[in-house]
């Protein structure tokens, strides 16, 4: 048993201060006590709020962030970026990946996400080689202290209507019996901070006949498990699907299966009215990324009127075109700003503080994404929380109720000083203990690809 004391913070949506919380072995806050002075020679850290889940990331995409900046004659588009992507893919090992994928866990930790979905396509392919790339993601997050929801993607097809897998796509694959052969070999290698979850790559790259196999697989290790697709980033994918089934992405996932709580939505970009109340009546969650959807030009999400009728949303880094949530909450609520011509749009229905509410909205409904129990400072919650600065010049001015506001909107440079991870503290006074070789390793393993991409 730990315990730990925090000068004030955010338990659920109010301002306490003289919180001490104690944490039992396994990392879970099992007693929350407020208003209290520290004991004689108990450390008193500052400002405390629950940390963020990431609940979209594609690891190895961190290398190649920012390698796609540049415009050929010719339209620049969604689809010109991901032929890119494959061509950097193709250099992916599992050594790379643990490389990657552990430098960009610290990242994470360090801009205050405690934990992420591993939404994981690079399998090279056979049962061996896929489960040497799942096991770099997981040694990364092991070594790092991130905690985990590692979602193997099953991954089929190139397009709607069976279009075989290009080269690109290759290391992508997996035959049905395969892929629940992978998840079973993998349930027990994720237990403590870590999850195994299902996932579709996409509504093109999966049959319609695999989604019953793959979900009955997971059912039988855990039929609680989270269950993550892409499903409507392009409005080329909205217009094939319509063309192949009918209907629209989320219209079809609505209509074919059984969309309730564990299932993420990511990039639910493109919906209409019918389809976003469809899903915050499911009590799916929407996966958004704004930094990545804005950076591929994908589109904005109605987000006010999904949220004003009660739906859930949780936020991911995806392409990690940025490593920070307060970025990707601040462009969520201009994006909106922009489009209306309005300031504040999303706060709760009565109103209220725009940062903080999307701060306690997106910690919430990660943690669903992820099945995890994070998101909120409280009994039986893992203690995953982050300890801001609030001698930051950031907060000279904030009351209590602008802390967050001010943190998401005008935290520059970034106030976020500790991070705990289940009890653990992974990052102190703005550092994580293995950063340096991490990230010296990072230096000199993406120097090399890139000489090797210049040579080809
Ligand atoms: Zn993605």
Redesign the pocket.
Known sequence: MQKHYFKEGLIGGDWVTGIRLHVDAGGLISKLETDVKPAKGEAAHGTVLPAMPNL?S?AFQRAFAGLAEFRAPGQSDFWNWRNAMYHFAAYMTPEAVEVIASALYIEMLKAGYSAVGE?HYLHNSHVDQALAMSRAIITAAEQTGMALTHLPVLYQMADFGGVPANKGQAPFLHEDDEYGRLLKILRPRLTGRHKLGLCFHSLRAVPQAAFAPAISAMNELDDKAPIHI?IA?QMREVDACVKATGKRPVEWLLANQQVDARWCL??ATHVNEAEWRGIAERGAVVGL?PT?EANLGDGIFPAAEYLAAGGCFGI?S??HISIDPREELRLLEYGQRLTRHARTVLTAADGGHTGEYLWRQAAMGGARALGQPIGEIAVGKRADLIVLDRTSPTFAASAYGQVVDAFVFAGQPNPVSDVMVAGEWVVTCGKHAKEDEVFANYNDLVGRIAAKMEDM
């Open positions: 979209h594609h939404f892409h980033e990511i990039h990324c990545t991911g995806d392409s």
